[in-house]
């Protein structure tokens, strides 16, 4: 009984071993991804490394934003009807309906963040409901750096700090009631990425720091389909799956 204990002991060190060595690898980067993309995304890689990337979506905690401070801004005091959106580490992640519009035009809407440790908040950014996506300057590859006053979020449907990414922000909305146009905001560099994507969040890959969204096409006889694409959280294109053809809109 005890020889198998032993034995026992040791194969569940050798798994073990086996697991940290296959959640230690990482994927090669493209050669052609963009300079700004790839400078940033090595930043990112060294962040994920440090983390170890080994934790599921259901079991994400706070501890992987708990290093982050807060970043460089004026002080200013969290409007009372501000809406709680996320909370990771000691940061909360607040949307604040600034201008509610009619007929067509979608309303404006601020993001904010509050330290909970020191009470100390700060204004993020707006969007902008007259800003228009940069659609025709985006490929099916990589995301696309826009202006920080150019956020064509619409109705901000989705926020949310990212996991294992401190100081990034995922912000989405549908400003013509068709289209869902995503954005990544990097508060500690002040840049923000358009992905190429109309058809919003579908979910992150935590174990390799990816997140994924839907995007739809069309038929060359008519119809369309919807694919799922995959980023890194600094915009670079991994790759993309068609979506099951029951799931499609026609």
Partial sequence: MRNTTLCSLVLVVMMSGCVKRQTGESAEGDASAQTSIEAVEQNDSNEAAQDGNEKARDSIVEEDWSDAS????????????????????SFELYKNLD???????????????????????????????????????MTDANALEVPLEQIAAGDCDQVFLIPNAPGKVFVEGCPDGRNIWSYIYDFYMQRIIQLPTNEGFVDFDIQNNYIRLSHYRYYPEGGRYSVIKTFTYSGRFIGEEKQDPEENIL
């Fill in 70 to 89: 807060m970043p460089e801004g004026i002080l200013q005091t969290l409007p009372k009807t501000a809406i709680l959106c996320d909370i990771k580490g």
């Fill in 99 to 137: 201008i509610e519009c009619c007929d067509e035009h979608p309303n404006q809407w601020s993001l904010w963040l509050r330290d909970k440790e020191t009470g100390k908040v700060i204004f993020l950014i707006q969007t902008n409901n007259d800003a228009e996506p940069r659609w025709e300057e």
